[in-house]
Structure formats: structure tokens, C-alpha cells
């Protein structure tokens, strides 16, 4: 029954019609070749990547990550619903297009007849119908919600007229698609028309509009070239408009994301031949950072996530991509710093990750910051309290400036064994600055140092052997600082044959783990509360115990998001009141990214937003687990509510054990 099903391919159409086609299609081709050629230029101005192509990894990350839209996650699941509907809407009827040419070229060649097809009948032609009509239906439909969001005046997405344009041409193509196939099946008087099955219901509109076999003909053949000319306009207008970002994102959602948290360290040979640090010029990007400004679609949803833009900071992640973008096609440029991207937008960055984490295509606004945070550091561009903070790092090893026989003074009358004390240790006690110097974070290394000692765990100290990890300088832009700090820690790591570490702070914990290694130090490192579990595991300590009030639990950013630790120290907890922005999609307190040592008036600081979070759970205490985040909890709760108590989870389990 379905052996005649078929089509004619070009159908109405005289040879003329064929030759102005196969002339558009092929101007069409060129304009968007030489479209796509004129960004890979722009890209090719960047500094080649130091990783080799993995192919195997690549066709896989396509697989998954584009193809399959597993990329698209989190935050705005309608938005990433209609997306997903217009991608794969328009990629199967791009494929369609494909095959019915294969058909074409392949009949043609062998002699074939236009009405007697090579393989496009039958059952496959069927199939073909069902599906494109189904799939023409998911384009339009995604392609109607991303213009109704666009008419919404508080929407985070970036409003071009080029997009009404792109949007309009999308369902022009579908609608006219569905229009042609109706009249097609009024032309050919097809048997079994209800295969198209949306094409059918046109054809019997158009019956019931008056159009038959006397005017068919006229109005498919004009109808058909308006769809072919938006075509082939659309085909080359791709790679100069928003979509652009579809042809940049295949390839960077082909490359293995680098974990979050991680940066890439730069040698001194490096500064010595180049004269430079960090990024001062757009070409001392990478090829790759440079693509990926093509890839950012401008969507907003690291806007949405970043918390100095929430706290009214000169800093919108989208934004800075697409400055960067515009600097990279302007004939004439701007200066990148000053004029392009201002000083006080890079400072205002938490290196929180959330855009880093959020975005669906690969851009990674954290990454071009703290590249651009160098250059200023090596121009000597940072003043005041953070520059001191520096200087303190590297002459006494620690930014309150303190000398290293303080490094214990939190320990008074604890009895805490040094590794020259302890020399067999199993676990070395990572203390950090903090805990060292900051009376309010001393009581947490007490905390801990108790809970392991009540559960006799063999540990110890460096004590003043101690300097800081260089965390913070390595993510304001100081790399060298960080580098010195690093190679001090991992020799005094080696003398005392440390092993396994356990840490309170996480971003001492990210820098262990993600920064020491590239500078051959591998070690175990676990944050305190991983390794407390393993204790109340093991029966040698207790959780904290139900409190008559209610706790709310942090998430600190380098613990969650970066390192993806949450349920670790929610165990150790009595049950909690969850705030609206937990676990991986946690909310800064705004101290990473060396804030910390900025001065800001505590109203102005970066992550109020989470203080007012908190308070709304009505919680008479918050626990934390970094004593950054302890310091910014506590100052922002005290400045709104006195009674409400901020508190570290070894503080918590402390009172039970």
C-alpha cells in the first residue's frame, strides 16, 4: 500500500527555476563559508592552546554535550526546554533538507526519473514525513517562546533587533514549509496525504479558501521561492548574527571542560621572552578563550548568578564577554584595559564560579578575569588594603602580616602535637591563616583539634612551619607570589613525608588539590567535615545533636560548586532549614577571589543577598564550614539581627562530644 508513496523533487519547477537555484544556494554557501572564515581569523589571533586536540573526547563531548543539549541544566528550565525544541527541531530539518538532495544528486546520477526515486519512497518516505512534520512543529514552537520572552521588558536576555530578525526568518521557514507541503498534496493529489500530517491540514484550509487544480500551481511556485530565498538569506546570515553562536559553541563544547576552580599556572620564562604577564592584549588570550567569545549567546544566566552584579558591583559577567567580543572585531580597539574593561569590574569578582559553572556552551567569564587580573598586578595596578595584603603574604608568609611563632597561639592549652613533636603522624592538620591570626576563627581550629584528639586520630601541625596556601593571591592575579608560597609548602610537605591532609578551609582545600599539583605536589586532602564524618562512621565521635532551634546550613562555594561537597557536611547536622540557593547552586558570601582583604563598608560587600536568605529562614543559627564565609556570615547577620548566631560545624559538633 505505501509502494507509490513519494515525491517529486522540484516539483513545478522548469529548468530555469533549477539553474537560479543551484546559483543562490551556491552564493548562499559562500557567503556563509566566508562568514564563518572571517571569525576563525578573529580566533586565530589568540596564542595556539597547550592542549592537543583528543578527538576521541571531542566527538564524545559533541555527542553529549551538544547534540544531546546535556549541557543545558540548572537555571531556566523552560528556557532550556525551548531551546532544546528549536535545536533539534531545526537540526533534524536540516537533516531532512540533506537527504532529499542525497536523493536528488543520487537518482540524477543514475538516470532516474524525478518521479521515480532512488530510496525516497515508500515506508521511508513515511517515516520521513512524520518526522519532519513532528520536528517542524518543535522549531516553531521553540522559536515563538523565545520571541514571546523577548517582549517581556524584565527578562535578563540581551535584546538585538538581528534576534527579531533571526526569530521571524524561523518561523517563516516553518510555517511556509507546512504552506508548500499543503499545496503540494493539492498539486500531486497525493495518496495517503495524512502522512504530513500538519501539511494536510493546511491542504484542506486552502480547499476551503478556494484554492484548486485552476491556481495551485501559480501560488506553490511563488510560495516556494519565497521559502527558498529566506533559506538561503538565513544560510548566509548565520555566521553574522546571534546564531554565529551555534557554529563557535559545537566547537567549544567539543573541548573537556577544565574542573572548575583550576587555573593555569605561568612560568617565568614565559614573562622573560613575552615581557608580559597575564593578559594585557587580546592575542595573549588562547585561540580557544577567543572562540568561546563567539559562543556566548548573551543569554543572562550568569548574570543572573553573579553575586557582585547582585550587590550592585560595575561587574555583569555577560557583559564582560561580550565587551570582550566587541574589542575583538573593532578595526581600531580600544585599549583592553581601562577603556574595555575597567579595573574596578575585575576586582569585583568573587571567582565564586557560578557563571563558570552555569553556562551552557563553555564560556568561562571567571577564566578571562583573573587572566586580565594579572596583567594588572604585574603593571603594579592594585592599591590599598588587598595590595597590603600581598606584601604581608609574601614577606611573613601570611596577609595579617603576623610572624609564623604566632601560627599556634590558637592552640594554647590544648596540647596540639607539631610534626616535630609528632613525627609519624598520619594526618597533617592544615590550620590555614585564618584560624592562625583571626581571634573569631581560632575557635574553630580548637574545635577541630579536640574533636580529633577526643577521637584519637594521629595527627599534627606544621605550626611555624605553616605559610599560607597562596590561594588568594593566585586568584588576584598574583601568580608568582603564589608560586614562591606554593614551592615553600610542598618542600616543608616533603621534609615531613605529609601524606594525607585535612583541611577546614576550602579554598585551601581547592588549591591542595587543583593548584599544588600542577608544581608536583600530590597529596589526600579532604575538608574537615569529610573527615569528621569518617570519625562519626566509625562510632569515635557524634554528629551535633537536635538543638531546640532551628539551623540553616551555607554552602561555601570552593566546598560545593567547585569541589562538589554537600552532603558531607550537611550529616553532621541536626535536621535544617534549606535556603533557597543550596548545595551546588549555592550563593557567595563575596570574600573568594581575594574580596576578603577589601575594605568594604559591610553594607556595600558582596553577598547581602545571602545574609538576607538566611535571616528568612528564620534559623537562630547558621552553620558554616570556611572561615571566610564564617567571617561574612557573621558580620553581615550581626549588622541585621544580633540574635541570630553564625557557626562553624566542628563548633557545633564540639557541644556533643
Not at 532516474?112 to 520536528?135: C, M, Q, S
Not at 527578562?155 to 521571524?168: G, I, K, N, P, Y
Not at 544560510?235 to 587555573?263: D, E, Y
Not at 554537600?566 to 550563593?587: D, F, V
Request: charged content about 20%; proline content about 5%.
Amino acid at each position: 500500500m505505501t509502494e507509490d508513496l513519494s515525491r517529486e523533487i522540484f516539483g513545478n519547477l522548469g529548468e530555469t527555476s533549477k539553474t537560479i537555484f543551484y546559483a543562490l544556494a551556491v552564493v548562499s554557501s559562500g557567503v556563509f563559508a566566508w562568514g564563518v572564515w572571517r571569525r576563525v581569523k578573529l580566533w586565530r589571533r589568540g596564542r595556539p592552546d597547550n592542549e592537543p586536540i583528543k578527538w576521541r573526547e571531542a566527538f564524545q563531548n559533541i555527542r553529549t554535550r551538544a547534540l544531546a543539549q546535556r549541557a543545558l541544566r540548572g537555571a531556566r528550565p523552560k528556557a532550556s526546554f525551548a531551546h532544546r525544541m528549536l535545536f533539534w527541531g531545526f537540526l533534524v530539518l536540516f537533516i531532512g533538507t540533506i537527504l532529499v538532495s542525497i536523493e536528488h544528486y543520487s537518482a540524477a546520477a543514475l538516470g532516474r526519473e524525478a518521479t521515480n526515486p532512488l530510496f525516497h519512497k515508500g515506508v521511508y518516505f513515511v517515516i520521513y514525513e512524520i518526522t519532519l512534520d513532528t520536528f517542524g512543529l518543535l522549531m516553531i514552537g521553540g522559536a515563538l517562546w523565545f520571541a514571546r520572552r523577548r517582549m517581556r521588558a524584565d527578562s535578563s536576555m540581551e535584546h538585538r533587533t538581528a534576534d527579531w530578525l533571526v526569530l521571524t526568518s524561523l518561523i517563516i521557514l516553518g510555517v511556509t514549509g507546512y504552506f508548500i507541503e499543503g499545496l503540494r498534496i493539492i498539486r500531486e493529489s497525493t495518496p495517503m496525504p495524512g502522512i504530513s500530517f500538519v501539511g494536510y491540514g493546511f491542504s484542506k484550509i486552502f480547499v476551503a479558501a478556494g484554492v484548486g487544480k485552476s491556481n495551485v500551481d501559480s501560488i506553490h511556485f511563488g510560495l516556494w521561492w519565497f521559502h527558498s530565498v529566506v533559506a538561503f538569506g538565513f544560510i548566509a546570515a548565520l555566521p553574522f548574527c546571534r546564531l554565529a553562536h551555534a557554529i563557535a559553541a559545537v566547537f567549544s563544547l567539543a573541548t573537556t571542560p577544565k574542573p572548575l576552580g583550576q587555573m593555569e599556572p605561568i612560568s617565568m620564562e614565559e614573562v622573560e621572552e613575552t615581557g608580559e604577564v597575564g593578559v594585557g592584549r587580546l592575542e595573549q588570550f588562547t585561540r580557544l578563550d577567543l572562540l568561546r567569545l563567539d559562543a556566548c549567546v548573551s543569554c543572562g544566566r550568569c548574570e543572573d548568578l553573579c553575586p557582585a552584579h547582585e550587590a550592585g558591583k560595575p561587574l555583569s559577567p555577560r557583559d564582560l564577554v561580550q565587551d570582550l567580543r566587541m574589542h575583538m572585531e573593532s578595526a581600531a580597539p580600544a585599549a583592553l584595559h581601562g577603556e574595555t574593561i575597567g579595573a574596578e569590574t575585575l576586582w569585583a569578582c568573587t571567582t565564586c564560579n557560578a557563571c563558570n559553572d552555569i553556562c551552557p556552551l563553555g564560556v568561562r567569564p571567571a577564566d578571562y578575569i583573573t587572566d586580565l587580573r594579572r596583567h594588572l598586578i604585574g603593571e603594579g595596578e592594585l592599591r590599598g588594603a588587598p595590595a597590603t595584603s600581598l606584601q604581608k603574604m609574601q614577606r611573613a608568609g601570611n596577609p595579617w602580616g603576623l610572624p609564623a611563632q604566632d601560627r599556634l597561639k590558637w592552640a594554647d592549652g590544648l596540647d596540639v602535637p607539631t610534626v616535630a613533636d609528632n613525627p609519624d603522624f598520619d594526618v597533617l592538620y592544615w590550620v590555614g591563616c585564618s584560624a592562625a591570626y583571626d581571634r573569631r576563627t581560632m575557635k574553630v581550629a580548637r574545635a577541630v583539634a579536640q574533636l580529633l584528639q577526643r577521637a584519637q586520630v594521629n595527627f599534627a601541625v606544621l605550626g611555624p612551619e605553616e605559610r599560607c596556601t597562596g590561594e588568594s593571591a593566585r586568584r588576584m592575579g598574583d601568580e608568582f607570589l603564589f608560586q614562591e608560597l606554593a614551592a615553600t609548602n610542598i618542600e616543608t610537605f616533603t621534609k615531613h613525608n605529609v601524606k594525607k591532609i585535612v583541611t577546614h578551609c576550602p579554598h585551601c582545600l581547592n588549591s591542595l588539590r587543583q593548584d599544588y599539583p600542577q608544581f608536583d605536589g600530590h597529596y589526600e586532602v579532604i575538608h574537615h567535615t569529610q573527615f569528621l564524618g569518617e570519625l562519626v562512621a566509625a562510632n569515635k565521635l557524634k554528629a551535633a545533636a537536635v538543638m531546640n532551634e532551628s539551623v540553616t546550613y551555607h554552602d561555601p562555594c570552593y566546598l560545593a560548586r567547585v569541589n562538589g561537597i554537600t552532603e558531607a557536611p550537611r550529616a553532621l547536622l541536626p535536621e535544617i532549614t534549606e535556603m533557597p540557593r543550596h548545595g551546588c547552586q549555592t550563593a557567595c558570601c563575596g570574600a573568594g577571589g581575594g574580596r576578603m582583604w577589601f575594605d568594604d563598608p559591610a553594607e556595600e560587600r558582596t553577598g547581602s543577598g545571602r545574609i538576607t536568605e538566611a535571616l528568612d529562614t528564620g534559623a537562630k543559627t547558621v552553620a558554616v564550614s570556611c572561615p571566610f564565609c564564617l567571617t561574612m556570615m557573621t558580620d553581615g547577620v550581626a549588622a541585621k539581627n544580633d540574635q541570630v548566631k553564625v557557626r562553624d560545624v566542628s563548633e557545633l559538633m564540639l557541644e556533643e562530644n
